[in-house]
């Protein structure tokens, strides 16, 4: 049997996740029915299980240190939400999961930032394959912050399958966390 409610959870961590990044550092509420789909309360006034799981995505990620927010608005979403640095490092990180190549004629510094993570998760969610979307989420769940690479950095380095290890850390290279290109 199909681990359904897995994959609803990777897109809907996805989903979350691109919100706060394209809104970052700015705080903002995020609404479980602009995550999940419009949700109709039943004649006692609860949600549906795909609702309610939505919201224990956000409350997931929260509670594991990937965003922050103020309060809970009900049950419709969460205010004042801004991902952690640990999210924000992992999401610009270079990403040894390749699910779109940038175009060949891009110059080398917007190519090196297509192969950000945060790009591949948009790739995956834009393809809209579930085992896209599942793979591209779980590589960055296992990802550890403090061992990424920028992908600014990227010609700095001869970063490929080999030189990242199970993890999606990069082996055999300086600290990353703290690189600076200028």
């Not at 959870?9 to 989903?15: G, I, L, P, Q």
């Not at 309610?52 to 240190?65: F, H, I, V, Y």
């Not at 175009?103 to 917007?110: M, N, T």
């Amino acid at each position: 049997m199909a681990d359904i409610h897995i994959d609803d959870f990777c897109r809907d961590a996805a989903r979350i996740l691109l919100q706060l990044y394209n809104s970052f550092p700015r705080p903002r509420a995020v609404y479980v029915e602009d995550i999940s789909g419009p949700d109709e309360p039943d004649e006692v006034g609860l949600h549906s299980g795909r609702y309610m799981a939505c919201l224990g995505a956000l409350l997931w990620l929260a509670d594991e240190g990937y965003l922050r927010y103020t309060s809970l608005i009900y049950q419709d979403g969460i205010d004042q939400a801004v991902l952690t640095n640990k999210a924000f490092v992992l999401l610009s990180a270079a990403s040894a999961v390749r699910l779109a190549q940038p175009a060949p004629d891009l110059p080398p510094s917007v190519a090196a930032e297509h192969s950000a993570l945060v790009e591949q998760i948009r790739a995956a969610l834009r393809q809209g394959t579930s085992d896209d979307i599942s793979t591209i989420m779980r590589f960055f769940f296992a990802r550890r912050p403090e061992a990424v690479i920028s992908p600014a950095s990227l010609s700095n380095y001869a970063v490929d399958a080999d030189a990242v290890d199970e993890h999606g850390s990069a082996r055999n290279l300086p600290d990353a966390s703290c690189q600076s290109n200028g």
